[in-house]
């Protein structure tokens, strides 16, 4: 078998890790932190740390004063579209606890 055709076999990729808040993205890794319960300092237009389910893929990704993995406050000011939509829902079910 070809080495490169086996290194692009999914099957022997580990899983990827959770992104944590101001930690870089890993290659090939992704976050769960879409679905995770709100923090006091996110919002509808900015999330606190980045909450992209693909950071890498993300076109603000290191962008300076924009991106959370960049910025001394890591707050995201460019999440996704879904977003906002996401927020309420996450806002709702938090305050249905």
Known sequence: MN??????????KP?????GIG??????????RFHEPLHPLDSEVHTFGCRHT??????KNSL?????????????LSPRRSWPKQF??????GESY
């Open 15 to 19: 899983d990827a890790p959770n992104i």
């Open 54 to 59: 693909n950071p890498r893929a993300c076109a």
């Open 88 to 93: 309420r829902k996450l806002k709702i079910l």
């Open 23 to 32: 930690e870089r993205p890993s290659k090939g890794a992704s976050s769960n």
């Open 64 to 76: 300076q004063g924009i991106c959370a993995f960049v910025r001394g406050d890591n707050l995201c």
């Open 3 to 12: 080495p490169l055709t086996r290194a692009l076999r999914p099957s022997d």
